[in-house]
């Protein structure tokens, strides 16, 4: 088993930026890839960037490239994702997720292991 904790929600003014940490533990070998996602009220929960644990590539959504940044630091079981020029269409709970299959997605249900979540909301 895979335990992930995130930290570093809060409320930001739009055009702020807010680090969002996932520290992973257990059995974090056993994990392909970390992914970051979002919820927010009414709407399904939506991918927002993945980080490969070996190699370090990365994938972004659409919406938040050029202003998301993932990360990771292999020696602290950490991934980051770093987040600058804040909307409030940003606003929502955030998740981090671990993927223990080599077949990389997008797709919230093919995640293994997921963390308890973290709230960002940026307002205008």
């Known amino acids: 088993q895979v335990q992930l904790v995130e930290s570093g929600g809060g409320l930001v003014q739009a055009g702020g930026s807010l680090r969002l940490s996932c520290e992973a533990s257990?059995?974090?070998?056993?994990?392909?890839?970390m992914g970051w996602f979002r919820q927010a009220p009414g709407k399904e929960r939506e991918f927002v960037a993945a980080i490969s644990w070996s190699e370090g590539s990365t994938t972004y959504e659409d919406s938040v490239k050029g202003r998301f940044t993932i990360s990771r630091d292999n020696a602290k079981n950490t991934v980051y994702l770093q987040m600058n020029s804040l909307k409030p269409e940003d606003t929502a709970v955030y998740y981090c997720a671990g993927d223990a299959s080599a077949r990389f997605t997008t797709t919230p249900k093919w995640y293994d292991y997921w963390g308890q979540g973290t709230q960002v909301t940026v307002s205008s």
């Open positions: 257990g059995r974090t070998f056993s994990i392909y890839y």
